[in-house]
């Protein structure tokens, strides 16, 4: 749509959405104007399936197996030793973070407790209490504040996180989110050789195969993918998604395989909208969060959805 002489494009077909269909990762462009339109304008808006991301609230449900995938998703993000630079550098106060503790200031930011938490290994209890106060890298410096202990509102109160600054974002930003509910599950349908792989790095058990070692498992991965999704046409379940992990030689936890796929899903319920629009020299910024998951907020209105979160520039 948009005004005449408009022009509009859609971008690849994304994860299946909460109604079924396919298209949740979209882009929409416009300009031009009519003859008694005013300045010339354009817009850009895409939607980014936030179901597809690492959860990195780190308040899923341990029992049900969401915590471990939760804590497993961003170990597989930030394993590859080409961001060794971003935790082996010292901040300001002197303090340097490692992944583990990365993990660990994530759950204690939103845990209910003051205790600081340690990474386990084990899948069926990813944390444990650890013996120091959560709150000791707030307390350095001038601007002293307390873990929350809430979960996040928005991406940009991670910063607030001991261990996230900008060269963090810059990395990872458009691959982590905080908006999907505590019992969320990951949609196994990603579009990118790199998702995909951190959703096999998930699913794999044990967590460490040699055939995550081949620089080409990736891309033999995407290809088997989309061959099966008849490049992109169709959706994948969670058990086709470990069937095809185990013709390519890994091995998957026995609850990958159920119909429910543990912590995997086949379709998307939060999704974030940005749009930027231009009339002359003015020019605004929009992002949007909106859910469509009905255990996570009471929705507005049946098919519309529920806002999450709004920020204009």
Same mark, same amino acid.
């Given at each position: 749509g948009g005004p005449v002489g408009a022009t509009g494009a859609t971008g690849p077909t994304g994860p299946t959405g909460p109604t079924g269909a396919t298209g949740a990762v979209r882009v929409v462009e416009g300009g031009g104007a009519g003859p008694s339109a005013g300045p010339d304008g354009s817009f850009h808006a895409d939607v980014d399936d936030e179901d597809g991301k690492v959860n990195v609230q780190m308040d899923g449900l341990a029992l049900t197996g969401? /915590?471990?995938?939760? /804590?497993?998703?961003?170990?597989? +993000?930030? $394993? !590859?030793?080409?961001?060794d630079a971003l935790f082996d550098r010292?901040?300001?106060?002197?303090?340097?973070?490692?992944?583990n503790d990365l993990a660990a200031n994530l759950k204690d930011w939103v845990d209910p407790d003051s205790v600081q938490s340690a990474v386990t290994g084990l899948p069926s209890q990813p944390f444990e209490d650890?013996?120091?106060?959560? =709150? /000791?890298? *707030?307390?350095?410096?001038? !601007?002293? *504040?307390?873990?929350? =202990?809430a979960r996040f509102d928005s991406l940009d109160e991670l910063y607030?996180?001991?261990?996230?600054? !900008? @060269?963090?974002? &810059? @990395?990872?930003?458009?691959r982590i989110? $905080?908006?999907? #509910?505590?019992? %969320?599950?990951? =949609? $196994?349908?990603?579009?990118?050789?790199?998702? +995909? +792989?951190?959703? &096999?790095?998930?699913? &794999?058990f044990p967590p460490s195969q040699p055939v995550f070692s081949d620089p080409s498992f990736a891309t033999r991965l995407a290809k088997a993918v989309m061959d099966q999704r008849l490049g992109g046409l169709l959706t994948i379940s969670p058990s086709q998604f470990a069937s095809i992990?185990?013709?390519?030689?890994?091995?998957?936890? #026995?609850? &990958?395989?159920?119909?429910?796929?543990?912590?995997?899903?086949d379709r998307s319920f939060v999704f974030r909208i940005r749009a930027i629009g231009n009339a002359g020299r003015v020019a605004s910024t929009v992002e949007a969060v909106v859910t469509f998951d009905p255990e996570q907020a009471p929705l !507005? %209105?049946? =098919? /519309?959805?529920? +806002?999450l979160h709004w920020r204009e520039d």
């Open positions: 969401i /915590l471990g995938a939760e /804590l497993s998703g961003l170990l597989a +993000l930030v $394993v !590859d030793p080409k961001w010292e901040d300001e106060e002197g303090m340097r973070t490692s992944r650890g013996f120091g106060d959560e =709150n /000791l890298a *707030y307390d350095r410096g001038a !601007d002293r *504040y307390r873990a929350k =202990n607030m996180v001991q261990g996230i600054d !900008d @060269a963090f974002m &810059a @990395a990872f930003g458009d989110t $905080v908006y999907p #509910s505590q019992n %969320a599950m990951m =949609n $196994v349908n990603a579009d990118t050789p790199e998702d +995909l +792989l951190r959703n &096999a790095q998930i699913m &794999a992990l185990q013709t390519l030689g890994v091995s998957v936890s #026995s609850a &990958a395989v159920q119909p429910q796929g543990g912590a995997f899903t !507005d %209105a049946p =098919n /519309l959805g529920r +806002l």
